[in-house]
Each structure stands twice: as structure tokens, then as C-alpha cells.
């Protein structure tokens, strides 16, 4: 009754909403009246909870859900976490699935059948879950994997109570109620990957409101590897399936997928018997006419159905032999049935990024994978060979027989979830089938036949700009590395003194350049140097739009090739077809593909015409132009003309495309070798909708909002047009993708290295400078090592189990008059990258890097809106403060609606700033920390510091004493509540293989860390205020230099670009742990500048990827015990931390915190 109306949009059944405490389910929708719909309303407020509580609305700060505990089978303390599934307990098999996308299909394998699946992606539940009761025109469920859930349970690290998609019909939390299946959230996912992964895969209870005792539990524990699984999910009549194809294909459902079934009728025309697992092929009772055999994938141990492996012996000794096809399981049972045995391994291949190898090519292919056993491939008997060989683990993929048609794989090449990079092998299959005969496969020989190089020309970037900045001195860097290890002499030419690339100290950890130019980049200065050096080589792709360009001139003019200087990497042609919007649509159309209209014009009167043949609004832009220079949008002839006037002063030629602001624009960054092994190493989805350029955007890492389908669907068109447009290296391709539908366009292709590639080298942790480097002298991506793991290949597509922001930072106060509008002309001149395990913690953080004078993310108070516009006229167009204007709206209670209809942001988006928004007024609405932390403080504490909340946001919310003093009480009280952050590990691989990597990153969703801390413990001094002095320096000042050459020093980094503030800074940063390094010192960096060679984690012994806050750094200072912190090489913001640090007990090397 204290409730107030509630605005719910009611529009169709088991819809769910969250409104202050309670959360409102519709259980029965009337179409005809909504009024008289039927809904369902539960208090989520603490049951214990006294009236002030309830008034206050502290539900905000609260867990949701159940108390709920995993129990292991190795004895170790339970796994605490919340239910946000069915409210049961249940028993099974624990392991791991390292997709990052794909949960609906991943539930509903039969493969994971009895076992209870921790998913590594901590974000879950995004997108929701999609209509369970739509069937395709088999009677198939179209959406999922099986007509139900099969898991036994789900743990997640945080579960998104708020899901956004148009193809959403629920929760993915109503969906696991309806089926009775478990699930936890609030569990440090990565701990329990690691743990899984060194004491490989153990039985679990997942109990729902855990009694006191453990003994009250019973039989614990049940090994479901122990019941025939594949009984309990083959179907149980014989059934088929495109009845009126011609071929025939028996298929024995041991647990089979259904996207298998369409595959095999709807892409290959084949009519699909499936039977029961333990149906008698000899006798055929149903007396099927069948011309090939299909194995399915399935659950548990091979070894259990020795009907299936009878029935598939009765085949291998036919005459004529028929073709037989295996998949996963079907792998497994064929080689039992061939005489070769399986075995249990240590914790399985469960994902969607295993790299194969085709062991008659050497291709790499990336394969999706579910499975527990494999195959002994030293068992294989004579006749049979190993046909795919995984490029990680080493372990068998397939195998075939010498002579006769019969194969099989390990891996999923009908994916979903997943790729379908090896789709062809059902090609080959029907083939044999059909009796067509199939070509040979070898090995092309490139291998054999590699160019060597003895000199090559680096061209670098020149002077900074806004679109081109210290990226490029980052991609430069790392591919002089790349060089030198090859033995290669580097030349380089670039005028920019205050780069790391331009340094020439000869120090074997960090190679530098032979000879260095500082000359002005333009075609003839380049050719004297080329006449000069004589290189054989030259790289063009390393220094942004400026070498490129002078690469295109230099080979159009023939200038190159009269030289005899071969361009390393991706060829000049290839360059030309995606800059020239005429060629590169050309190109597309070759393949199937669109652009978004667009048309070239050499003049304005042309561009008038072409904009009228594609209908205004249109966006205008400059050809060969860097950051979107000299673009804009059109709503009108007379506009037209202004913005066609601007783009004509920088470029020829000018560029006239549809507009399509409102898509969602999403980047993947794709790596292709000269053995067309390719793979895309990041997928990236802007928080902004299209109209903002990318590097003016939020940009959020891997994307949140996109399903399996769309997901795959963009990364197999990436695949095909790089592979069309024969690129080697590096490139990332930009798609519009329409919200409403898996409609897209291709925006463009950058066919060289990027702002958005140093972004994703920082954000995976995969070095694409680096390893597009190797490329481009003719390695293959199987030969070349994981920088980060040392053991895996780099053919492989990184896992992520956290989650990466950036935030664009602007300088445009500095300028009188300028427009703080933001289009498609890039108008950043810097960028911070945020890590996290939550999308509100990164975007908090990244606030707080972006200004350091924030203290996260605010709208009332923050300063950033302006009281005299109108909110919505300030949310409704993007500039460089219109996040905070949003952030207001949803403080001051506007809906997630309403903003999206001004914005376009995705509704996710804006459901976790709703969040945080809901947070910052429940405890403002408290005011007094005695009070905030007085029940549930620790759970409270914990959720405010894993939404990212600082703690001076949190002390001026509950007025305490302004400044740091405030600051200090709420660390102090955290402390004492056990709220601390843990340190995770940026590896590639979300925790499936060892990784002694050092970068790092820090945060509250998790319970232990990955690395240990330094070997010295600090001092704490009591009081208010939480000092801490290193015990070199307050109690061992004449300590020995080798214990401060342990502890090691602390070097703060440069932060963001900003005009005053600029890659000198990094150079700076560098040179200190470099020269620490030479003098035997423990280097430890913290800085949050994706664009910066000091990010780069070969750089120093720890990269701490992190805000450069007192409490951060503090943080950091405490945990390693260092000697002590520089302040004096970052510029400004570390500067300004001196005093703060200083009176925190931390020891300032250099000039004292009073005298800076």
C-alpha cells in the first residue's frame, strides 16, 4: 500500500520487474483488459528487516535471493553464494565452460547431463531467454539445444536481474524455476575455475538454504559419470526427418543437439533417421535403408553403452564399407569400436575457443567443445590415425581410417553455441555419402618456402593528433620487439621525440631500434632513407593513417617496387579496397555482404545528388582521412554543403553514407596469417548507439547485449570478408547492427593497427602488434607462443572472465567557442580502460580515471549538467557529458524507458546505471554509516564496493567528515567488516591453463587472489586515519639494499592523454622501470592508459591495470610492501597524490610530498 503506481509496461506473460523492494511477476496476461492481468508480488526486503530499514528502502544495498552453499567433494569450506534459480539443492559433477556468450544452448546440451556448470563470463543472464515454446519445421524447439534444461545446477559470479533483447520471452532466472534447476550467483567463479583446473573436475552439492550442519545433508555427494547418462537423454523412438530427401543418414541419438538435425536436413538436404542409442543395426528391426552412419555427441563415459559400440562395430565390417561420421561422444565410441580405448581427463574441454589442428594441413581451426573423455591416440589401432590434434593440451581431436570412409571429431562442428569454422567436415561426410569423390587435402608448403629479412623500414606515426596519439607508439614498440627477435635490423623513421619507439638504449629486455630517423613522414623522405638503408622490407601498417597513406603513394608511384622493397604484411591492393568506398562495396557485393549506402562524390554538387538518391539524414565524411576528420551529419541540402566544404579541404574525395544512428555498432579486431589461419581476438560493443564515433564511445569489452547467434553470426562475416579482402596481420572490421533483428550492415575495414587494436591488446591481454608483426614476415599463428601463458599457441581466441570499459577523455573546456557535440568526427584526445567483474564497477572506475576529481559516477552533484537545459535535451544529444545527464534522470526517477527512448542506449546499459543510481539514494536517503552498516553491514559494504562504489562516495553519502579524513573512517570500517579487494589475473584463457602472468587487476567480486602479495608485511599505525609505512623504512631504515630491491617500488604511470599531459609522460614512465629493472629492482606499474607502452606487461615484474586513486594505490602499496612510490614520472595526476600519499604512511622517493 506504501507502494506508489507502478509504470509496467504488462505485455505479455512470466514478465518480470524489480521496483524498489518488491519484484512483481505476471502470471496470467489478459490481452483483452491488462488491468485484469494476474500478477504476483514478493517483499525482496531482508525478512528481519525493522520499519526504519523498510522506509530507508536498504533493499537496494541488500543480496537477493536465498543464502545458498557449494559443497565439494575435496572436503574444502562451502562455496557461499545467493539462489536466483529454483529454490532445490542438487548433486553432480562440477566443471567449467569458458564461452563467453551462449548460455540458453549451453543448458540445454545433453552433454552436460548430471553436472552442475560453473560458466567463467561473470556476467549472466544479460539478454534473457528466448520464446521455449517456438519450434522450427521439425518440431524442434528452435531456440535451444533440447527440449529441456540438462545441467544439474548453475554457478555464476553475477547474475543480471535485468535482462535486454528484442528476441527476450523471460529471465534466464524464470526460466531455470519452471525447470526446477538451481542456481547460485556471488561466487568467485575464477577461484573455483582454478581450483577445478589443478584438482581437476569433483563432485558437488548445491544446497538452497543450507542447514547448520553439514551431517543433516545425508549422502552428500553423486557421481553421475556413474549412471548410463546417455540412456536418460537419447530419444526413445526411431524418428526422421526430411522425409522426402534422397540420402539417407541413420543417426544414433546418444544425447544428439538439434542444431545437428538442421544442419544435416536443412543445409545438406539429407533424410535424418534418428534412433535410440541401444537400436540393433544388424537387425534393423525397423528395417531403415540407410547409405551412411552418423555418431552423436552425448553425457558421460563412452565405456557405458556397449549396445551403441556393437551396433557401430556391425558397421565398420560391412562391404562395401559405408561412410560413418562421429562427433564428440560419436569420436569416443568409434574409436572404442575400432579397438582403441578413452580416458577420463583431468577436467575436460568445455568452450567455444579450443584450437585444432588439422594434422593433413597444419590449418588451426576454432572449435566449440563439451566433453569429459577423450581418446588415446597411442591406442589406435593399425589402419586408424589421428586426424585433429588440439593445439593447447595437446590432446586428441579425431581420428580416420587410412583406407576406408570413416572419421570422426571430437570438437562440435555444427557449433551453437560456438563457431562453425568447421562446417566443412559435414561436407565431406554427406560426400562420401553421395559417393562424390573428395579432393585431396595437403599441406601448402608455406611453411617451407618463408622469405627471410635482414633490414626492414618502420614507419611510425609523426606527431600527435587528435584520432592518432600514443597507440601508435605502443604498436610501434612492439613491433620493433617482434623484429629483434627475429635478428632483424630495425630502421625507423618517426619525428616524435617524446615516444618509447624513438629511445635507442640497447637493454636485451627491451630492444630498441638500430637507427632512428627523426625526419618528416612523407613519400620522398622515406624514399632517401630507403635509397640509404636499402632495406628489404618496409611496415606501414604500425603508424596509423599517416604511414599508411605514404605506403600507397610510394606503391601507386611504383616507387616501392623499383626499390625492391617488399611491404610486410597486408598488400597495398588490399589497403586500397577498403579505404576506397567504391572497391571496398565492390568487394562486398563479391561475397554477399553490404555496406550501409554510400556513395563517393568529387564535388559538392555530386554529393547533393547522391545524398537525395539515399534520403537524408546522411552522414558525410572525408576519404583517407584519420578519426572520422572533416565528417559530419546532414539533415538537409543547405548542410550538406557547409560539412561537403570542410570534408573537401581535407581529402578529394568525399564519402556520402546512409544514417543509421540508433544501430548498435559493434568492432572485432581479426588476425589472419599467410596460412589463412584466422581468428578474431576481441569483440567490442559501443554503450552508445551508431552516430558517435568509436573512439568518442563507451566502449565495453567482450559485448554484453549480443546472444550466440548474433555473436557468431558477425564474427563468421568478420572471418569472410578479411579472408576475401586477403589481409595478413591485423585489421578490425565495424559493424551497424539493427536492435530490433539480426540485421547488419559493414561499416568499414581498418586494415591496419588501431586505437581500438592497442584497446583490445590491453583488454585480452593478446599482443596484436606483436604477433601481426610475425605475420607479416610469413610465421603461421600455430608456431607463434601465448605471450601470456608461455605453453598455448596464439591460434586461439582469448576467454574473458571479467569485464573491460573505456571511456573517451575529452579536453574541449579548453577551447572557447567549440561545440561539445559529439558525431562522427573524433573528438578525444585521450582514453582510460577500466577491469572489473561488473559492468557497474568498470563504469565507476572509469569515471573516476577519466577525473580524477570525480568520485565515480554521479548526475546530481557531479558538476557535468547543466540546471538551465532541459535533461532531456541534454540525454537526447551525445556529448561529452551526456552520461552524466542520464545518470541524473535515473537518480531523480525517470525509468529505463523513457531514457532509452531518448538515447538509444540498450536497455541493459541503463538498467545498471539504474543500479548504481538506486544504490547512491538508498544511502543518501540513510545518511549516517552507523546506521548504513548497522544489519547485513558486511553484505552491504561488499555490494556498494562491487558496484564500484569509492570509499569518499561512500563517506559523503553518509556525511562523514569531508575530504580523505571521511574517507578514512570507511576504510577503516571496511576493513573491519572483512570487505577487502582480491587480486585477479588477465590470462588469455579465463583460468583453463596456468598463466604466470603479471598483469593484474583488483577487485571486489571475488574471495582470493591469484598472485601472493609481497614478501614483507607492512606496518600499520592505529588511529583514525589507516597509515601504513613499509618496515624499511620506519623500523629498518638502514635495512639492506637487496630487502628494498625485494620489495620492489612503485612506479605511477601518466593516466589518460590530455592536452598538457601526453605520451612524454609514458616515455618517462618507462625509462624509470626500465632503469629499475637494469639496477635489480622489483618493478610495480599502476596506470590505466590502454595507449601507453608502460601498459604493456612485459614492461615491468607487476602492471597493476588500475585507477589511480589514493584508495586504489594504497591498496596496491599495502599488498606488495614496497619500498616506496614515484610520483615525479607521470606527469600531473600522481603528482597531485604526493601529499595525499604521503600522510597515508606511504614513502615518496624522490623530492619529499611537502616540497612538491
Known amino acids: 500500500q506504501k507502494t506508489p503506481t507502478l509504470p509496467l509496461d504488462i505485455s505479455r506473460e ?78 553432480g559433477e562440477v566443471v567449467f565452460n569458458t564461452g563467453m556468450v551462449g548460455y540458453p544452448e549451453a543448458l540445454t546440451d545433453p552433454s552436460y547431463r548430471g553436472q552442475i556448470l560453473v560458466l567463467t563470463f561473470p556476467l549472466i543472464g544479460n539478454y534473457g531467454v528466448p520464446d521455449t515454446g517456438m519450434e522450427d519445421e521439425y518440431g524442434l524447439p528452435k531456440f535451444f539445444e533440447s527440449k529441456e534444461i540438462h545441467i544439474a545446477g548453475l554457478v555464476v559470479s553475477s547474475y543480471s536481474w535485468e535482462h535486454s533483447h528484442w528476441a527476450a520471452h523471460k529471465s534466464l532466472a524464470a526460466w531455470l524455476k519452471e525447470n526446477n534447476v538451481p542456481g547460485i550467483y556471488g561466487v568467485d567463479t575464477r577461484a573455483l575455475t582454478m581450483k577445478i583446473r589443478s584438482s581437476g573436475a569433483m563432485l558437488g552439492n548445491l544446497v538452497v538454504n543450507p542447514p547448520q550442519s553439514i551431517e543433516s545433508l545425508g549422502d552428500q555427494f553423486s557421481d553421475p559419470n556413474k549412471r548410463n547418462l546417455v540412456s536418460e537423454v537419447s530419444t526413445k523412438s526411431v524418428t526422421t526427418y526430411g522425409a522426402s530427401n534422397t540420402t539417407s543418414i541413420i543417426a544414433y541419438d546418444c544425447g544428439m543437439k538439434n542444431n545437428i538435425i538442421r544442419y544435416f536436413v536443412n543445409t545438406h538436404k539429407v533424410k535424418l533417421t534418428v534412433v535410440p542409442f541401444d537400436y540393433d543395426l544388424e537387425a534393423n528391426p525397423s528395417n531403415i535403408h540407410w547409405d551412411g552412419l552418423f555418431l552423436s555427441n552425448g553425457p558421460g563415459d563412452p565405456s557405458m553403452v556397449p549396445q551403441t559400440i556393437k551396433s557401430i562395430q556391425y558397421a565398420l565390417g560391412l562391404e562395401p564399407p559405408r561412410p560413418i561420421f562421429g562427433i564428440c561422444l560419436g569420436n569416443q565410441l568409434l574409436s572404442l569400436a575400432a579397438g582403441a580405448s578413452t580416458y577420463k581427463m583431468k577436467y575436460g574441454n568445455r568452450g567455444m575457443n579450443q584450437p585444432c589442428i588439422d594434422l593433413r594441413t597444419g590449418r588451426c581451426y576454432i572449435t566449440p567443445q563439451n566433453h569429459g573423455f577423450a581418446v588415446d591416440s597411442n591406442s589406435l589401432p593399425k589402419a586408424w590415425k589421428p586426424l585433429f ?301 551508431l552516430g558517435v564515433h568509436t573512439g568518442d564511445s563507451i566502449v565495453v569489452a ?86 601470456v601463458t608461455k605453453t598455448t599457441t596464439a591460434c586461439f581466441e582469448p576467454s574473458l572472465d571479467y569485464c573491460v570499459l573505456k571511456m573517451p577523455r575529452w579536453d574541449l573546456k579548453k577551447f572557447n567557442r567549440v561545440s561539445n557535440k559529439l558525431g562522427s568526427s573524433m573528438l578525444s584526445v585521450g582514453e582510460v580502460m577500466s577491469i572489473g567483474r561488473s559492468f ?49 534522470a535515473l537518480e531523480e526517477g525517470w525509468g529505463v524507458d523513457k531514457v532509452h527512448d531518448l538515447t538509444k542506449i540498450d536497455k541493459w546499459f ?165 632503469q629499475l629493472r637494469r639496477d635489480g629492482f622489483k618493478s610495480i606499474i599502476v596506470n590505466y592508459n590502454p595507449e601507453t607502452v608502460s601498459t604493456d606487461y612485459d614492461e615491468s615484474d607487476r602492471l597493476y591495470f588500475e585507477e589511480m586513486s589514493l584508495e586504489r594505490v594504497m591498496d596496491i602499496y599495502e599488498r606488495e610492501g614496497a619500498a616506496g612510490v614515484i610520483v615525479s614520472v607521470g606527469g600531473q595526476i600522481p603528482n597531485n597524490l604526493a601529499g595525499p600519499l604521503a600522510q597515508s604512511g606511504a614513502h615518496i622517493l624522490g623530492t619529499a610530498a611537502r616540497d612538491i
Not at 612 to 632: D, H, Q, T, W
Not at 710 to 738: D, M, P, S
Not at 754 to 774: D, E, H, I
Open 389 to 689: 590434434m588440439n593445439a593447447n593440451d595437446l590432446t586428441n581431436e579425431g581420428i580416420i581410417h587410412t583406407q576406408k570412409p570413416f572419421f570422426s571429431v571430437q570438437f562440435h562442428p555444427e557449433a551453437s553455441g560456438g563457431p562453425l569454422d568447421t562446417a566443412f567436415l559435414f561436407d565431406k561426410f554427406v560426400g562420401h555419402v553421395r559417393k562424390i569423390s573428395q579432393p585431396l587435402v595437403l599441406q601448402n608448403g608455406l611453411s617451407y618456402q618463408r622469405k627471410t629479412y635482414k633490414k626492414v623500414l618502420l614507419v611510425g606515426s609523426g606527431g600527435l593528433s587528435i584520432g592518432q596519439a600514443g597507440e601508435f607508439d605502443y604498436s610501434g614498440s612492439q613491433c620493433i620487439k617482434a623484429l629483434k627477435e627475429e635478428g632483424i635490423e630495425v630502421i625507423l623513421i618517426n619525428p616524435n621525440i617524446a615516444t618509447v619507439q624513438t629511445s635507442t638504449e640497447k637493454d636485451d629486455a627491451s630492444p630498441s631500434a638500430d637507427k632512428v630517423y627523426f625526419l618528416p613522414i612523407r613519400p620522398q623522405v622515406v624514399m632517401d632513407i630507403i635509397e640509404k638503408e636499402k632495406p628489404d622490407g618496409i611496415i606501414v601498417s604500425m603508424g596509423g593513417q599517416t604511414a599508411l597513406n605514404v605506403g600507397v603513394e610510394l606503391w601507386n608511384k611504383g616507387l616501392l617496387q623499383k626499390a625492391g622493397v617488399e611491404v610486410l604484411g597486408t598488400q597495398i591492393p588490399a589497403i586500397e579496397a577498403t579505404e576506397d568506398r567504391e572497391i571496398f562495396s565492390q568487394k562486398l557485393q563479391e561475397i554477399g555482404e553490404s555496406i550501409a549506402l554510400s556513395y563517393s562524390a568529387n564535388t559538392v554538387d555530386e554529393a547533393i545528388k547522391v545524398a537525395n538518391k539515399i534520403g537524408y539524414p546522411v552522414l558525410v565524411r572525408a576519404a583517407f582521412a584519420l578519426g572520422g576528420l572533416g565528417s559530419g551529419f546532414a539533415a538537409d541540402d543547405a548542410e550538406l554543403k557547409d560539412l561537403a566544404a570542410k570534408a573537401f579541404a581535407t581529402s578529394n574525395q568525399i564519402l556520402i553514407d546512409q544514417d543509421l544512428r540508433g544501430w548498435k555498432e559493434l568492432e572485432y579486431e581479426v588476425v589472419r596469417d599467410s596460412s589463412d589461419n584466422c581468428i578474431t581476438v576481441c569483440n567490442m560493443e559501443n554503450f552508445d548507439p
Open 910 to 1074: 541503463l538498467s545498471k546505471l539504474q543500479n548504481i543510481a538506486s544504490m547512491r539514494n538508498a544511502c543518501m536517503k540513510c545518511g549516517d554509516a552507523g546506521k548504513l552498516f548497522a544489519d547485513n553491514g558486511a553484505d552491504r559494504m561488499r555490494n556498494l564496493k562491487i558496484a564500484g562504489f569509492s570509499d569518499r562516495q561512500i563517506a559523503r553519502y553518509a556525511n562523514l567528515k569531508p575530504l580523505q579524513e571521511g574517507a578514512d573512517q570507511i576504510r577503516t570500517l571496511r576493513k573491519s567488516l572483512g570487505v577487502t579487494p582480491c587480486v585477479k589475473q588477465i590470462d588469455t584463457l579465463a583460468a583453463e591453463f596456468p598463466a604466470n602472468t603479471n598483469y593484474l587487476y583488483m577487485t571486489y567480486s571475488g574471495d582470493a587472489d591469484d598472485v601472493s602479495g609481497g614478501v614483507h608485511s607492512p606496518t600499520i599505525e592505529g588511529g583514525d586515519k589507516t597509515r601504513v609505512r613499509s618496515l624499511s623504512i620506519s623500523e629498518k631504515r638502514h635495512s639492506e639494499l637487496s630487502e628494498k630491491k625485494e620489495r620492489g617500488v612503485v612506479v605511477l604511470g601518466c593516466g589518460a592523454y590530455c592536452i598538457g599531459s601526453s605520451v612524454e609522460f609514458d616515455w618517462c614512465a618507462v625509462s624509470a622501470v626500465r
Open 702 to 787: 567482450p559485448s554484453q547485449t549480443l546472444t550466440n547467434s548474433e555473436y557468431f553470426l558477425l564474427r563468421a562475416t568478420a572471418l569472410k570478408v578479411v579472408r576475401h579482402l586477403g589481409i595478413v596481420g591485423e585489421c578490425n572490421i565495424q559493424y551497424a547492427l539493427h536492435p530490433h533483428s539480426e540485421k547488419y550492415c559493414i561499416i568499414e575495414v581498418n586494415a591496419r593497427l588501431s586505437r581500438s587494436s592497442a584497446l583490445a591488446s590491453k583488454a585480452t591481454g593478446y599482443p596484436l602488434a606483436y604477433v601481426a608483426t610475425k605475420l607479416s614476415l610469413g610465421k603461421d599463428l600455430v608456431s607463434i607462443r601465448n605471450s
Open 14 to 91: 512470466l514478465q518480470e520487474f524489480t521496483h524498489s523492494k518488491f519484484q512483481i511477476r505476471v502470471i496470467e496476461y489478459s490481452k483483452r483488459d491488462p488491468i485484469q492481468s494476474k500478477i504476483q508480488i514478493k517483499n525482496m526486503a531482508p525478512q528481519n528487516g525493522n520499519m526504519m530499514d523498510d522506509e530507508v528502502g536498504f533493499s537496494a544495498l541488500e543480496s537477493k535471493g536465498e543464502m545458498s552453499n557449494l559443497y565439494l567433494a575435496d572436503g574444502s569450506p562451502p562455496i557461499a553464494g545467493r539462489s536466483f534459480g529454483a529454490p532445490t539443492s542438487c548433486r
Open 840 to 888: 557497474e564497477e568498470v563504469i565507476q572506475k572509469a569515471c573516476r580515471m577519466v577525473n580524477p576529481a570525480l568520485d565515480g559516477l554521479e548526475g546530481i552533484g557531479s558538476g557535468l549538467t547543466d540546471d538551465e537545459i532541459p535533461l532531456d535535451e541534454q540525454m537526447s544529444t551525445p556529448t561529452d557529458t551526456r552520461l552524466f545527464a542520464v545518470q541524473r
